[in-house]
């Protein structure tokens, strides 16, 4: 279950249509792990670990049901944290990606008129700082490896078949 992704995916193809395959991941679900919490919409299936089981890092299971033109179902499965702890993530990202820009920017440009270039240096401490922010969401993803790994194996349960993730 270890992945240098930020979020480890999967995809798989089913040939029932996508109703049959929304009742059979819903229904399998609630016979083999009646445990997690199960919530769907049309084209969209959420797995999650119970509340009193989750932690900071507690991941969930967001499946994606598209109809293909052969009558059959793909399955786009994303393992990724709370909602909350992804936008913690993502604006962290944002953040980080949009200083370095104007820090990179303001630093060649001092470069280029012959003055001391210290906007370089501050790109390069924006850089460390989006490397360790990438190591901590891996170190998040490890303490979340056992509940992936039994969100997984109630999936491969409801589905019937195996699915590898990449």
Not at 56 to 69: G, H, K, M, N, V
Not at 142 to 154: N, P
Request: charged fraction near 15%; include cysteine; glycine fraction near 10%.
């Amino acid at each position: 279950m270890s992945s240098f992704r930020i979020r480890p995916r999967f995809t798989q193809t089913l040939s029932h249509n996508l109703e049959e395959t929304r009742a059979r991941i819903v229904d399998g679900i609630c016979t083999h792990a009646p445990r997690y919490e199960v919530k769907y919409f049309p084209g969209y299936i959420t797995l999650r670990i119970p509340e009193q089981d989750r932690h900071f890092w507690t991941p969930r299971l967001t499946l994606s049901l598209y109809e293909i033109p052969d009558g059959g179902t793909r399955i786009e499965g994303i393992y990724g944290p709370n909602a909350n702890v992804w936008s913690i993530f993502l604006y962290a990202y944002l953040f980080i990606g949009s200083a370095s820009v104007f820090a990179g920017i303001f630093g060649f440009c001092q470069w280029m008129i012959g003055i001391q270039a210290w906007g370089l240096w501050l790109l390069g401490g924006l850089i460390s700082l989006a490397a360790m922010l990438y190591f901590i969401a891996q170190l998040g993803q490890k303490l979340g490896a056992w509940q992936t790994f039994q969100l997984h194996q109630a999936y491969e349960a409801a589905i019937g078949h195996p699915a590898e993730i990449l």
